[in-house]
């Protein structure tokens, strides 16, 4: 299985800080992605990077990949209180069509 | 790009019964995804549903258990049959999201929270 590995499980930060999570997989990609879910329900796509990107930036959202290390790190600067949810990467392997997702990061920003 | 209306979003079961899940797309897409979320887990491939053919299942999980409809471009059901307590999860439909999935990624539906009784 490909299945990404995310670390931490679980981050609480105060609002205003950065928040940083990581993403392993195992096997060459086509891209990854980052996910956002709130309270258990349905994905919101955050960003997309391809397999010869090395970072994509979106708003408050940094992405890096290094698939050389088979990882890549999402950056969410200047957390707010909204931004408290699951975050998982999904990564869709090299010759095929469908994606594989990590474990998540649950991430909690006090106010 | 694509929105995608899932019903139910929540129910709950008897064992031994049944639930089919619905997923509308404003769009015509080719493939439509259906995912399992289990409790504090992460989001696992049930199955891909292309139209006109048979869904594609992925290891551990047969067509017995988890039918799936594909009759257009626009419209899927997940049927998961025969529930115990094991089936009590998110289930969630996704589709690519805007012109190809390699620049643009997927959507989701909202996700129906299945719970067994």
């Known amino acids: 299985s490909q299945q990404g590995e995310e670390d931490p499980q679980a981050l609480s930060i105060q609002e205003g800080e950065n928040a940083t999570m990581n993403c392993s997989y195992k096997?060459?990609?086509?891209?990854l992605q980052w996910y956002r879910q709130n309270s258990g329900r349905g994905l919101v796509h955050l960003i997309l990077?391809?397999?010869?990107?090395r970072e994509k930036h979106s708003g408050r959202l940094r992405v890096t990949l290094d698939t050389s290390k088979k990882s890549s790190s999402l950056l969410i600067t200047a957390s707010r209180a909204a931004d408290t949810a699951s975050y998982f990467c999904?990564?869709?392997?090299?010759?095929?069509?469908?994606?594989?997702f990590g474990t998540g990061t649950r991430l909690k920003v006090l106010a | 790009s694509a929105v995608i209306s899932q019903k139910p979003s929540r129910d709950i079961c008897q064992r031994g019964t049944s639930l089919t899940i619905q997923c509308q797309v404003d769009?015509?897409?080719?493939?439509m995804f259906w995912y399992r979320q289990q409790p504090g887990q992460s989001l696992t491939l049930i199955a891909t549903?292309?139209?006109?053919?048979?869904?594609?299942?992925e290891s551990g999980f047969v067509i017995d258990k988890f039918p799936i409809s594909r009759p257009n471009l626009t419209f899927s059901t997940l049927t998961v049959s025969n529930l115990s307590p094991e089936d009590s999860s998110i289930y969630l439909c996704?589709?690519?999201?805007?012109?190809?999935?390699?620049?643009?990624?997927?959507?989701f539906g909202s996700g129906t929270r299945l719970t067994v009784v």
């Open positions: 769009s015509q897409v080719t493939m």
């Open positions: 999904a990564t869709e392997g090299r010759g095929t069509y469908k994606y594989i």
């Open positions: 990077i391809r397999s010869n990107e």
């Open positions: 549903a292309n139209q006109g053919s048979e869904a594609t299942y």
């Open positions: 996704s589709v690519e999201l805007g012109q190809g999935r390699e620049n643009y990624g997927y959507t």
């Open positions: 096997t060459s990609i086509n891209n």
